[in-house]
């Protein structure tokens, strides 16, 4: 959308310290509103600072202080973001103006991005594909670690370290520049073990399982990162390239992953940080490019990525349906490179700003292993946009765009490796067959800001698209991470949306206050249907399109009421109903329910440095489910948060204190599939942050 171009470009270029935030930076007068009015659609950045007072262990985790943004999380290391209740291949993840490709379908691993590295990230809310294409018609998630160091040497090392899963891990990174040429270098080591839940043990399909001291066992984790950049700043030209690569290996909860407690010679219980099978490990390889040249009205914009997503998952063999024992542990394996180019133009005219691009992208996915869930396949997308940013005084600013996608898919066909019985015969079954989908589609946007004294209006109409992926099309296997056979349906047609978003602000020195509605209209959204039927002894799930109506609000509201104090509550609302096809008057499976957070905070001085505060994070029931889902209770935690800033000659060490769920609450969150096994969400967790900056 016109707004998301703006806010990625535009915000790409505003200085570090012109930020929005949540709780720790005040943002009031002008730089409120000039921030307000770059974007008819809802966005929030946040800078390094507020990483680093909120670290929660993932990134996603980290970021659910924004409202309207969630961690869907799996396990005590793993976490995908969702907005506004779309995540997945309807949220795009961009690092540096490149959209990020892993393996989005993937429910049981998070984000392969070293959060570390990240200098400011922003969330824009709702509909964005006007920018990013196809995967961003639920939002976007812009992250940065581009920041040009000023100084000859500058370098930092961060310690820290989680009791619930008894965490340890150091980050360090060092950059330099000499004229215009500059240098960054980063490294992160983590290192975890099997969290821990308030409860001795859980059921799983009438089967109880007992549980040593609390834990998961088998959920212990490690994550290796490392990037390198080298760059050129001049007055109008830039350009850098950066490498970087991320690892992690993670264990599943033996007892989830077909019971392998009952079955295995392995001894779970024997250490509580080894990582045993079932297991799995991801590394992803990025390289990119990033070049600009600029003079008083026009900028071109040139960025270019290779990525390499490589993954696999390890299990015992053991048989399933007519499936013999195979050999080797290797259960699945996913290997997908993807190739990115794009080019934007802006140019100043007058009291327009005009902008148009276009983008291309290439994937390359194949498979392996003796069990399938999807099949090898290419995807090729093209899409180009233009669009207009009229400012017709300085209180008030028009945008409208239009932007053309096309997308091809090929879909390989799959046979199994043994064969099943049909009828007095036995064959190779086939699972998925050769199949070639084509998708285009336009999408629009347009927008207003207008500001008035101390208020700011904003509001967007517009379409947007997403092309259905390779798993929505081809899968055919189970899933054991999450418990359900997943099958694909390849006559689905592409998805569409049509939204709107609106957003009225005020504010002053002691007060701010948001309310941000919106609506979305899928004609056809894609979704996985629960079932009655058990395929190889679990629930079916396929992919079915539906009519759906979602709306929802988010608010909040700051009060700074003395000099050192501030109290801020925020809450969100989301309505989801099909509007056709066999669920036809329920909601959407794993809705999200309403939530409240409010809090009290004191600062030390008028600098933020250094802080104290409480606040309770409060979840409605939801009761909104599709059969043969199960409602889920509400809940609320109590949760501290303390951090202090020390001014050294020539350095600055700060330290940062979590206490989560600080009353060791037992408590389900609805959109976690762990949840559909009766395992609660961790127990009380300290987390503390130690670092030095030089």
């Not at 966005?43 to 909120?54: I, K, M, R, T």
Request: glycine share 10%; charged share 20%; proline share 4%.
């Amino acid at each position: 959308m016109i707004h998301l171009l703006l806010a990625a470009v535009l915000y790409a270029s505003a200085p570090a310290d012109t930020t929005v935030t949540l709780h720790d930076v005040t943002v009031t007068g002008q730089q409120r509103r000039d921030y307000q009015m770059r974007s008819s659609q809802s966005a929030v950045q946040v800078n390094h600072e507020y990483l680093q007072q909120h670290f929660a262990g993932s990134l996603m985790q980290t970021l659910e202080g924004i409202p309207g943004v969630k961690a869907m999380a799996i396990g005590s290391g793993q976490s995908k973001p969702t907005i506004r209740g779309l995540g997945f291949n309807r949220l795009a993840v961009s690092e540096d103006g490149i959209k990020h490709e892993g393996q989005q379908w993937g429910d049981d691993h998070g984000l392969e991005i070293d959060q570390f590295s990240i200098d400011r990230a922003e969330v824009i809310k709702g509909p964005a594909a006007l920018l990013y294409g196809s995967d961003a018609i639920g939002g976007v998630l812009s992250l940065y670690t581009n920041h040009v160091p000023t100084k000859p040497f500058s370098g930092s090392v961060q310690l820290f370290g989680r009791t619930n899963n008894e965490q340890l891990g150091v980050s360090t990174k060092m950059g330099g520049r000499q004229g215009n040429w500059f240098y960054r270098v980063h490294a992160t080591l983590i290192d975890y073990a099997d969290y821990k839940v308030p409860t001795d043990s859980i059921q799983y399909y009438s089967y109880w399982i007992k549980l040593k001291d609390g834990r998961l066992r088998n959920t212990a984790g490690c994550e290796r990162d490392g990037s390198m950049m080298l760059g050129y700043a001049g007055y109008n030209f830039h350009t850098d390239i950066r490498v970087s690569d991320s690892y992690s290996k993670s264990g599943f909860f033996a007892n989830a992953h077909g019971l392998e407690v009952r079955l295995s010679k392995i001894d779970y219980d024997r250490s509580r940080r080894d990582i045993d099978l079932p297991y799995q490990w991801v590394n992803h390889l990025k390289v990119l490019s990033h070049t600009n040249w600029r003079n008083d009205a026009t900028s071109v914009e040139l960025n270019l990525a290779y990525q390499n997503n490589l993954r696999e998952e390890r299990s015992e063999p053991i048989s399933h349906g007519y499936m013999p024992q195979p050999d080797g542990s290797m259960e699945r394996r996913f290997d997908k490179s993807t190739y990115t180019a794009g080019v934007q133009l802006l140019h100043i005219l007058g009291n327009h700003e005009l902008r148009g691009g276009v983008s291309s992208e290439y994937q390359h996915n194949r498979r392996g292993g003796w069990g399938f869930i999807i099949p090898d396949f290419e995807t090729l997308s093209l899409g180009g946009f233009v669009m207009d940013r009229y400012t017709v005084n300085e209180n008030l600013i028009l945008n409208a765009g239009v932007r053309y996608d096309y997308a091809e898919t090929h879909i390989h066909s799959y046979q199994d490796w043994f064969k099943t019985p049909v009828g007095a015969d036995s064959v190779y079954q086939e699972r998925s067959a050769d199949t070639h989908r084509h998708f285009n589609s336009i999408t629009w946007s347009t927008g207003v800001n207008y500001n008035v004294g101390q208020w700011v209006m904003k509001a967007n109409v517009g379409k947007s698209f997403r092309m259905p992926i390779p798993k929505e099309l081809g899968a055919d296997g189970v899933n054991y991470h999450i418990f359900r056979y997943e099958r694909g349906n390849a006559q689905l047609d592409p998805e569409e949306s049509y939204q709107l978003d609106a957003s009225i602000s005020w504010g002053n020195e002691a007060w701010e206050m948001q309310v941000e509605p919106y609506l979305n209209y899928f004609p056809n959204y894609i979704y996985l249907n629960p079932t009655a039927q058990y395929v190889e002894g679990l629930q079916l799930y396929h992919y079915t399109q539906a009519k759906v109506l979602r709306y929802g609000v988010e608010a909040q509201v700051k009060w700074k009421f003395a000099e050192h104090w501030q109290a801020h509550a925020q809450g969100e609302y989301l309505f989801a109903r099909q509007q056709s096809g066999e669920k036809k008057g329920y909601t959407l499976p794993f809705s999200t329910p309403w939530s409240v957070d409010t809090g009290l905070r004191y600062t030390f001085d008028h600098r933020g440095k250094g802080f104290v505060g409480l606040s309770a994070h409060i979840v409605g029931a939801q009761n909104e489910i599709v059969p043969p889902e199960k409602p889920t209770d509400g809940h609320w935690t109590l949760n501290l948060a303390a951090g202090k800033d020390f001014q050294t000659r020539g350095a600055t060490f700060h330290v940062t204190l979590h206490a989560d769920n600080l009353l060791n609450r037992r408590y389900y969150d609805h959109t976690s599939y762990y949840r559909l096994i009766d395992v609660p969400e961790p127990g009380r967790n300290l987390s503390m942050m130690v670092g030095v900056d030089l």
